[in-house]
């Protein structure tokens, strides 16, 4: 049964693409046939999770619903509006969007990328109604910007895994992170006002 999962990932993939199915229910259906055929063992798809990500998402996932049940995105987001408040009203949103992006940048650095947007999305999606604009370009700006964990180790599953193996020092992912986190961010900063206006 070698074969099967040759099978079973397209499968599932084509499922999503074309709408048959949700890309987790998909997943979870190609995990299980796998499970079903002796391709892999229970043990081997326990150990495949990575416990760690997922407690972490789980910790925050309460963290970000608290944000938005409190209050405390909407003043976190009148706090940022202060902050802003130097900058021409016609540059207010870019400037705003500048910071959502750092915050997220740095925060994913250290925590997850997933825990990153779950904390930081609250207060995105608040912005763009204190601003009188379109929150869009905010959220999506947190996506972006918890994608780019580039400078440490521990921003992402990957730079830990590379880490040990690679021999890398925590110096390497700042030396070849920033300049790339620099011109990932730079280039979201001008296209998402274009993409998603204000």
Known sequence: MWWLPLVVMPLVVLAA?????????GALVGAVLLLLFGVITPQEAYRAVDWPVIFVIAAFVP????????????FLARTVLAIGSWAPVA???????AMVYIVTVVLTQVVSNNAAAVVVAPIALSLGPALGVDSRPFVIAVCFAASAAFMTPMGYQTNLMVHAAGEYRFSDYLRFGAP?????G???LILLPVVWPF
């Open 186 to 188: 730079l280039l979201a």
């Open 91 to 97: 540059l207010l949103p870019y400037v705003v969007l």
């Open 17 to 25: 693409a074309f709408g048959a199915l949700d890309i987790a229910a």
């Open 63 to 74: 963290v970000g619903h608290g944000f938005q049940v409190t209050g405390t995105a909407d």
């Open 180 to 184: 790339l986190n620099l011109l990932v």
